[in-house]
DNA sequence: ATGAAAGCGCTAACAG
DNA sequence: CTGTTAGCGCTTTCAT
């Protein structure tokens, strides 16, 4: 430590000199020392008042809120921040390869409900959608004190979650367990979803089920190996001219549709791994005049609120997105404050409707 | 040269003593002084070269920002924009009367785009929903320096957002223009929608429609003038018993077809202010056997994806999220360069498919 | 073209 | 219980 300034000189090179007439007027930022004043206190008494420390009694801390909100005083986040050296921001990530904006209606619920799950823990979100680069951006989101922690949507990027967690970024994701993830994971129980899906149509009588969707991820890889696990229950082989391993968007489940009635694949009925890719299978087949149910049985995946309004309802595996938010937050916050990391798994249940019946 | 501190003189009790140990060893976060120090120059130099001042020499610069790069150095927030005073972060406002989680689609869409135009120019979204208190709580948020200006969704305090333009917060609100609306908006044109979709009706010779969906704020509003005007065109008067102002929730929509249906009025044709609210009457529809398009035509508001992929898909108004999102904010960054309010008016479309037909 | 110095507005030791 | 004091890590005049 060297020249620390000339102590006693508290008086500032006086930018301003007099006053401005109307103090309360324009321009000059109120700040905390302007309601010390108010108050007869010191700056450091209305911090602390204001972050509600038990030192300052209760009858002054009540006193000097009432002058700080008369004032229309607010704490400098910026400030209490650098020097607390902790945000109380959170930076929700959906990191999803694809270029479109985010869409699906199930990740934006999902954003909605830990909205309010970060908000109801007195935490602001702040929302990206990172394509490129994902290491670098996430990196950077926490060691430049944006945020004290991530909440990832999406495992498309496995592999950089897992160096990011080695790292020591407080992370949270939201996706499937793998055997060699290293970080927390939220996510429903994929391998029953589709273990239930599946089952619920061959017990309704299906015997040629078409699985139709991702499988290249995570969630995509349990759900179909709970699909092919509920083949082998009833003693099915499965058979690969029923998979049909594609991307949600609507041209490609209508190609998909498309290529199995050109292939003249036999089929009676469609699990989608998604909602949306449900709901877009059944538009297609029925441009085809194929009817769901009396002809194709279809189940879909998620529980998007619009599934119990199209026609006809939509059957599907329920995804808990309300439970799924404050699991998220919570571990996360678990995290934060030094805590192992630890996984939630969901559950996954059947909810039938009339697209399978 | 002047005062030079004093260095043997003024022993300050320096105590500097009481820094943990290892200051170097391994937490101790990376800054830009150590940055400096590895490239042999001052900090100054380094702040300057890293925000691509071109007082630096293009081939200094460099080398600066590769050796902060292989350091994993990351210039921190707080620090920089308490200094500048001055955010890069735009908070996203969603403002509804509502208590439960955001879940509208086209809202939900709209926030994904606004995401991404954010992004696009460099900024950080901070998203929020706010149901109480709005007035301090956007004010907050502003004078607080968490964000430097307001994207809002949702004109429910109209008054309260006049008073915050009025209070000098920089913000952009998505919804309608009114004659009383001093802030600047972003929005459809939705009278023309209303009366666009009215008349495809009437022009399909439907004589009896029904007005669907929120009329007590401002969009629903116009979209409701919309549909007068289109009818007073035709020579038809509205039929008070036809106006059912109701919310869009499941439940509402439900209640209101089979009100409409207990009070045996004479209907051919609805217009919905919106898509979920127009599935939601499609589904109600279904569930008391009367079938749309054939007995019924329905066109809603909207175009959210999923309206091209429900049976039968729906005809509706188009609003174009990913130009209103790119207006906002454009029209926010104008504002925050200290230019005059201004408003758009985007297009509104009609979007012809089955349920109208 | 670069460095020294002065804070941005707040909080937290550390005494009283 | 409360005030004094010393920075948090950065950007930016100002002066070379």
Redesign the interface.
């Known amino acids: ?4 300034a ?2 006693g000189k508290t008086t500032k090179p006086i930018k301003k000199s007099s006053q401005p007439l109307a103090a309360e007027s324009s321009n000059s ?1 109120i700040q905390m020392v302007d309601v010390a004043r108010k108050a007869g206190v010191s700056a450091a008494t209305v911090s602390r008042a204001l972050s509600g420390n038990p030192s300052i009694p209760e009858s002054t801390r009540n006193r000097i809120a009432e002058i700080a909100g008369s004032m ?1 005083y ?6 209490a ?2 020097r607390r050296g902790q ?1 109380n ?1 959170i930076g ?1 990530v959906v990191l999803i390869s694809d270029t479109q ?3 699906d ?1 199930f990740i ?2 999902l ?3 830990i ?2 799950a970060l ?1 109801a823990n007195g935490n ?6 990172v394509s490129t680069e994902p290491r670098a951006t996430l ?2 989101m926490v ?4 945020c004290s922690g991530l909440l990832v949507i999406g495992q498309t990027y496995h592999q950089v979650l897992n160096e990011l967690e080695i790292a020591g970024i407080p992370m949270v994701v939201w996706g499937a367990q793998l055997p060699d993830t290293r970080y927390s994971v939220v996510g429903s129980n994929n391998l029953t979803g589709g273990y239930l899906a599946t089952s619920h149509l061959l017990g309704g009588g299906a015997k040629r089920i078409v699985y139709l969707g991702e499988s290249t991820f995570p969630e995509g890889k349990l759900r179909y190996a709970g699909y092919v696990k509920a083949l082998k229950q009833y003693g099915l082989k499965p058979d690969k001219s029923l998979h049909r391993h594609c991307l949600l968007s ?1 041209t490609e489940i209508e190609e998909s549709i498309h290529q199995l009635l050109v292939e003249d694949v036999a089929f009676d009925a469609i699990f989608a791994a998604s909602d ?1 890719g449900a ?2 299978a ?2 297609a087949l ?1 441009s085809h005049n194929i009817k769901v149910p009396s002809q194709v049985k279809v189940v879909g995946f998620d529980n998007i ?2 599934s ?6 939509l059957t599907t595996i329920n995804q808990s997105i ?1 439970l799924a938010a404050t699991a998220m937050v919570e571990l996360l916050n678990e995290k934060l404050t030094g805590a192992a990391s630890r996984s939630v798994v969901l559950p996954a249940v059947l909810i039938e409707r009339k697209s399978s019946r």
């Open positions: 430590m060297k020249k620390t000339l102590q930022r229309g607010r704490v400098n986040h910026s400030a921040n650098l945000t921001v929700v904006p985010i869409s209606p934006l619920g954003i909605g409900y909205a309010d908000n602001s979100m702040l929302l990206t959608r990196q950077t060691s430049s004190g944006q609507a949306v709901i877009r059944i538009s029925n609120p619009m119990a309004h199209v026609q006809p309802t309300d």
